[in-house]
Every structure is written in C-alpha cells, then in structure tokens.
C-alpha cells in the first residue's frame, strides 16, 4: 500500500495524464517563496538579457544588473540555509513544564523556515551521533520543541 497520495494516485491505472498534472500542481505547491523569488529573478535576468541583446536599451541593461544581484543573493541565502542547524544541549538547560523538560529553539534562532525537519540525537559509545528517542516537534510558527522525562545531553539538528 502506498502511503504518499501522489505516489497512489500515479500508480493507478486510470491515473492518466491526470496523474501527470496532479503530481505536478503538488511539486510546485512544495515549492517556498524564496524558490519562487529565486525563478522570478533568473526570469526576469533571462528576459532582460534577450531583449537587451536585440534592442540596447538602458532599463533592460538596468534591470540584468538588479535582477543579477538578487539572483546571487537569493542563491547564497539558499545556499546558507541549506546547511543543518545544529544546537547542542546540556541538561542545564532544559526548562522544567509540568512533569516533563523541554527545550525550544525559535524560528528565529535555526532560520530554517516554518517548516523544518529536526531529529534529536544522542552521542554514542564510538563518538558518533544517533537518533534518540526524543523527537522534536515543530510548531505552526516554526519553532522546535523538544521534550523528555530526563534531563539529557542532547544534540538538535535542523534542516529546512
């Protein structure tokens, strides 16, 4: 059984071209504002360029330059915000709620969207990480909140 819908409703028969364009209206719904902002302004260049090319004008050569530098800017910020979040937590730090501790990293503090994926993650016995049984919860607004019964050390990882 196929648990993703698009993945369902390309495997049935009767699917069709529906299939096609349903699956394609998802991908592009998927897609965040500053991956439509990063299309636009590569557009937007491309255009620029093609009719600057055949007509010289000054606002067209004006406007390669702006959406030149918004392209590159939009390319670094997604290119730094790629990169996981990683917030290492001692058991100082853990805020006491109810019976249980918990941590919170805001939206702010991991810039990585409203939507991230985080894992909590243990060190090993060999030094390296593993995924532990705290799992992070994210928010509607975007913050990360983890709880647990004990006060733990903890490493927080969070990508976008």
Not at 14 to 19: F, P, W
Not at 95 to 101: L, N
Not at 128 to 157: F, H, K, M, N
Request: with cysteine.
């Amino acid at each position: 059984m196929v648990k993703d819908p698009r993945k369902q409703l390309m495997a049935t028969p009767q699917g069709g071209s529906y299939s096609l364009v349903r699956s394609l209206s998802m991908t592009i719904s998927d897609l965040e504002s500053e991956d439509v902002a990063l299309l636009v302004a590569v557009t937007i260049a491309t255009i620029a360029a093609l009719v600057d090319t055949f007509y010289g004008s000054l606002i067209f050569k004006a406007l390669k330059i702006i959406s030149l530098f918004l392209s590159l800017g939009l390319a670094y910020h997604r290119i730094k915000t790629s990169k996981p979040y990683y917030k290492n937590i001692e058991p100082s730090s853990w805020r006491a709620v109810g019976q249980h501790y918990e941590i919170c990293v805001s939206k702010a503090e991991h810039k990585r969207g409203k939507s991230p994926h985080a894992r909590s993650l243990m060190q090993g016995t060999a030094g390296g990480y593993t995924e532990c049984i705290d799992q992070p919860e994210v928010a509607s607004d975007g913050d990360v909140v983890v709880r647990a019964d004990t006060r733990e050390t903890l490493r927080l990882e969070i990508r976008k």
